[in-house]
């Protein structure tokens, strides 16, 4: 026998008497490993540094870096998008994402720095593929009266679902559970879990301190990845924190999940949704918090899970 043949032949062999065919042997395609992008990381006041004299705006405006911020958004492969404005198509080129990598889009709340009907809409268009949108109540009919005024052919194939808090429902690879918000009075804003590919996270972004029923929600979860907003940064007045976090709180969600072994350990716990006029620029916060385990997101961040 030629010496070439000696050891597939004796690989054949060897499977027959496992009971295996030879290419049973042969090695699986690993599935890539998930990550995330941040896309966007600031709050409803990315122009401001544009005109605001003040110190922070004033840094950002002439540091730039990681310090300007789009609208927050959030890529999860494979193939979610977390709420999607006028800022979302940058988001997506400066991290080398194309269109057609999202087939699901998760919206938060209807406000326009997280859903944006027009862009939205475009998005699906240069898609060219059925594209998903799973949203509360508001946002559904604020995509719906856009596409009420497109002419048939321009409207993409876009798919909306209805979801309410303690709904889940399946993404791809991913299943994702929608928690409530304590953000606005006028609609159910929505928090998410997405649990798959043997891994977890929490997207917490608008919000001021979690309700009840969201914590009690969370308990069963072992979370890889949390993600929380820390809109107002060290501002403390009562007026700001009806419908957003600042530090003092994002600090002690981050303690309670860790505590509570909800956030595994060696997890990760990241803060967003940061204003420009209210936080310290990232440059100077960033090697603060880090300090308290927070790590500070900037746009462009990609996070292995």
Known sequence: MHPATVFPTCLGLFSLLLGLSPGALAAEPETPAPYVVF???????????????????????????????????????????????????????????APAAIDHLLITHSHGDHCDPAAIVALARE????????GNANTVARIEEHLKTLDADQRPALTLQTVK???????????????????????D????????????????????????????????????LAIVEGTFGEQTQPNLLVG???????????????????????GRFFVTHLSLHFCEPYDLLAPRLAAEDIVVAYDGLRVDL
């Not at 730039?64 to 198509?89: C, E, H, P």
Request: hydrophobic share 40%; glycine share 10%.
């Open 189 to 224: 804003a929505l928090l998410y879990v997405l649990r798959g590919q043997h891994k977890s996270l929490l997207y917490a972004t608008d919000t001021s301190w979690f309700p009840v029923g969201t914590f009690a929600a969370l308990g069963a979860e072992r979370l890889d």
């Open 39 to 97: 896309l966007g990381t600031g709050a409803a006041d990315i122009q401001r540094p544009e005109t605001d004299p003040c110190d922070n705006c004033t840094y950002v405006r002439q540091h730039g870096g990681r310090n300007a911020r789009r609208y927050s958004s959030l890529f999860v492969s494979a193939g979610v998008l977390i709420d999607y404005s006028v800022t979302g198509r940058k988001g997506l080129e400066s991290a080398g994402i």
């Open 127 to 134: 898609k060219n593929k059925p594209l998903s949108l799973a």
């Open 244 to 266: 957003h976090m600042n530090f003092p709180f994002v600090r002690l969600i981050r303690q309670l999940l860790v505590e509570s072994k909800r956030l595994k350990p060696g």
């Open 165 to 187: 808090p303690g709904e889940e429902f399946a993404l791809g690879p991913w299943r994702a559970k929608a928690l409530a918000a304590n953000h606005i009075p006028t609609e």
